[in-house]
């Protein structure tokens, strides 16, 4: 029996056959993928080993998405990996065992926490779990799954099958039924991020757009089709507002001006005034955190950009995977001097991404003063679980241990 030890990425335990690549998987198989085939995949396996994933990618942050049990291994330790045979993984704990043993050391399931509500800290301060999703299924999932609201609809993954340009009535029909599943839940609809690295298949990139710090977000809202496309999300958005209660989100915004000009366009497209916040992915955003706080109704902060532009490293290259450290006291002194700016609005920040779903990040966060998160709706018990046991002062000493912290191994040992 060969026990590995890889990165913890999606929760859960399963035990199955190994399968290499996508085309003999079926529903009770492990696959063994690189990230570059999780869009490939045609069929839900059990689970899922990735060879040399970045964590932070397009394609793994979907994966996450989807709540699939998933194992980030080396291609070293794929080699010792034998297809074909059983294989048991656990997603929450990052552990591999083939064969599996005659009694799985399998992660205990927290309890569920109730859809709507928000949970407690140890000393009953209130923290809420929202959900990042991207289609209606997900959205099912994230109420059943504990969520507060559903903090982040990623909406530029509403497609219709045939790949062609959304109309108003594809928008309709297909918001509706999300909201529908995730009644009676508040709703974050982020519009269309459209980004180099996030194709859609209606729109083809032009020079300009195919780099990681060109037009994207709200920067190609006046080019067309993508202008067409948000303005029928508005009309459908304005259709459906009178029975949902919804929220709209700014994508990839850097400067007042842009949020004043954006918002004035939303507000005389739609017939009642529903809140506008905005996406702060990038460093300029978040230094501008006390003017976005007297401007905007609430402030998303998209850790996996925001890492993306702070670390200068294309999160979707496993080859960089390397620089975007999450456990980079950099990284941390940089989200202490949001929150510390946020003040005593900071519960109108909500912090998105990747990093507080990594494990032992969250209680940093937490003592740091953040208490609004959107994560995937799989995540939601084990983080809640999390918050249950954190106390407060405690967690704010550990935030400022890693504040002080010299490198990312002293970080990795507070944790």
């Known amino acids: 029996m060969s026990e590995l030890r890889g990165t913890a990425f999606v929760p859960g335990c399963v ?27 045609d069929v839900r396996p059990a689970g899922i080993v990735i060879v040399d994933g970045a964590m932070l990618s397009h394609p793994m942050i979907r994966l996450l998405t989807l709540g699939i049990p998933s194992v980030i291994v080396s291609s070293v330790d794929a ?59 997900n959205a099912h999932h994230a109420k059943h799954l504990g969520a507060a609201a559903i903090g982040l609809v990623r909406t530029e993954y509403l497609v219709p099958e045939h790949g062609g340009i959304p109309d108003v009535d594809f928008y309709e029909r297909t918001l509706n039924q999300l909201l529908q599943r995730a009644h009676p ?11 180099p690295d ?31 496309v948000v303005n ?55 230094l501008a955190m006390p003017r976005w706080l007297t401007e905007a109704d609430f402030i998303a902060v998209g850790c996996n950009d925001l890492m993306q532009c702070l670390f200068a490293a294309d999160r979707d290259l496993v080859e960089l995977s ?23 609005n900071i519960n109108k920040v909500q912090l998105c991404g990747l990093l507080p779903q990594i494990h032992g990040v969250l209680p940093v966060l937490l003592g740091m003063g953040f208490r609004v998160f959107s994560v995937a709706p799989v995540m939601i018990p084990y983080l809640a679980n999390t918050v249950n046991e954190t106390d407060p002062a405690e967690a704010e ?19």
């Open 15 to 41: 035990s199955g056959r190994l399968r290499l690549g996508t085309d003999h998987a079926d529903n009770h198989s492990i696959v063994m993928l690189t990230q570059q085939q999780i869009a490939s995949l």
């Open 185 to 195: 839940l508040a709703v974050t609809l982020r519009l269309p991020d459209i980004t």
């Open 79 to 137: 080699d010792r990996l034998k297809p074909g045979r059983e294989v048991f993984i656990d997603g929450y704990q990052g552990i591999i065992i083939q064969p599996p043993p005659s009694e799985c050391p399998a992660t205990p399931l927290p309890k569920t926490p109730a859809s709507g509500e928000a949970i407690s800290l140890a000393d009953g301060t209130e923290v809420r779990l929202h959900a990042s999703i991207f289609s209606i299924e």
């Open 232 to 286: 029928a999300m508005l009309d459908a958005i304005n259709r459906l507002s009178g029975e949902h209660k919804l929220s709209l989100l700014l994508p990839y915004v850097t400067r007042l001006d842009e949020f004043h000009h954006w918002r004035r366009v939303i507000q005389q497209r739609l017939n009642r005034r529903i809140p506008v916040g905005v996406m702060a992915e990038v460093p300029a955003a978040i």
């Open 322 to 344: 390397r620089y975007l450290d999450p456990y980079a006291p950099e990284l941390y002194n940089f989200l202490q001097q949001a929150a510390t700016a946020a003040g005593n």
């Open 397 to 415: 000493a550990l935030a400022h241990r890693v504040c002080s912290a010299t490198d990312s191994q002293q970080v990795r040992e507070l944790l």
């Open 198 to 228: 996030k194709p859609v298949p209606w729109f083809e990139p032009e020079t300009g757009i195919t780099d990681i710090l060109g037009l994207q977000g709200v920067r190609l809202y006046s080019e067309e089709p993508v202008k067409s």
